[in-house]
């Protein structure tokens, strides 16, 4: 064991000075909503000014590396201006200096290419250009479209309220088969604003003859009296082949663009839509995973046409009259008020309206049908309560007798479970800990509050238009 060796300097040399170190800020980067705003234009006197519309994107930093965060520069700012005459874009971007913080210097030209596609411009005075230049691109491309008339109401399709037929006095949709050069290209300039507006959304094949795209066209004279088409938003539809002769349409994307939102223009494409699947006698309308606010606005458009359709009243009435008996919040079991099948079967053939929707808008039929409402509200809450714990959780809580058991595995642990069933189906041998069912509970409340409320809000809605 060997000793430590003492000092053999000097005691009296001048000691050494520690070298200090010094360590540069590392670059914490910038969220790219924080440093980009992106503006609607429609002429070239917007550009640069107030007069754009500044639009809000679901989701900016998922276009920028993995963090979605800007690199290596100060005092960035990016300005995106969109013309809603051509779609073209073009990005002004200034910054006070660069440098390399320990992350790099993030790639802004590859990350705006990656947002605008073939749409950016990279000149302005060119952007400018072309609202002149291609003034008439909306009119030239929908010439080879289908112009399609809302028909009027017919028990199949819903009447508009006055606000509504206000709105829409200068409107036409037109469909274009996306399969054709003249769709394709149109879809292609919008591309960018799907991407930045349409939350979860992907461009559709725009080779595939089976996609079809619905726009919505405003029609204006200018100043020198010549008929402008200006697109105020479209739906993207796939039609998928059902066995043996018809098809089922299928809404995979939907847009407004922002400053014509909000004024009923939405709800004219899907009345639209639902007078085109009717009139071509498809199987069904069905929507791809939709979003809370585009679900309300189908029910609202979607409960007028069944307040009318005669083939389902009397299934309506009897679900009222049985809920109107009363004490069903004291009953173990809650009945769900599903509709017969055989109403279910007539909504989908006439109508369009596939099951599941039938069966959110079929909560709101009942609803309607209580008078006075308040008087039994607590039994119509808990037959909502009764099918949201069945949907969420499962029908009689969903376990029946089976339970998870974790294994060992050297694959992945959370996929590593063995589930099995008990003798007899004992529903006891699954046990739930006081915490988690009080979890369970809570979450369960606030869905059925949320669901009621929603309820609430449509039946108000559909209630002031039958007025």
Known sequence: MGQKQQSTADPGAEPKKRRRVGFSNIDSGIEAKDCIKVYLVSSKEEVGSAGGFCIDPVDLNSFFDEDGKIYGYQGLKITIWV?????????????????????????????????????????????LQTFSTESNLIRSIISSGEILKLKASNGHVSGSNSDLKAAISD????????????AGHLYSRLIPLVLLLVDGSSPIDVIDPRWELY??????????????CRLLGFTAIYRFYHYPD?????????????????????????????DVAVSEDVYDLTVEEPLDYFQHVRTCVDIPRLLVFDPIQDAVSSAVSRLKQGKLSKKIRIPRFMPPPSVIDDVRKSLKINKKQFLKCWEVLIYLGLDPVDKYMED???????????????KDSGTNGKRVIEVSSDYEQEMSFVMCRSQAGDASSVQMDEE??????????????????EIKSIAQK?????V
């Open 83 to 127: 013309s809603t005459i051509s779609f073209h874009a073009y990005a002004d971007t200034t910054f006070e200096s660069t440098s390399d913080g320990g992350k790099g210097i993030t790639d802004l030209k590859a990350a705006l290419q990656r947002i605008l596609a073939e749409t950016i411009v990279e000149n302005k005075d060119d952007f």
């Open 171 to 182: 409107v036409e949709v037109v469909r274009m088969v996306v399969g054709n050069t003249d």
């Open 215 to 228: 726009v919505l066209i405003q029609k204006k004279p200018d100043q020198q009296g010549n008929i402008q």
């Open 246 to 274: 018809s098809s089922r349409l299928r809404l995979s994307q939907i847009l407004v663009l922002p400053p014509y939102q909000h004024k009923g223009y939405g709800r004219y494409l899907m009345e639209v839509l639902n």
């Open 380 to 394: 119509f809450v808990s037959i909502i309560s009764s099918r949201v714990k069945d949907d969420i959780i499962g």
């Open 436 to 453: 988690n069912q009080t979890n369970q509970e809570e979450q369960l409340r606030l869905l059925v509050d949320e669901r009621v409320k």
């Open 462 to 466: 559909v209630s002031v238009h039958r």
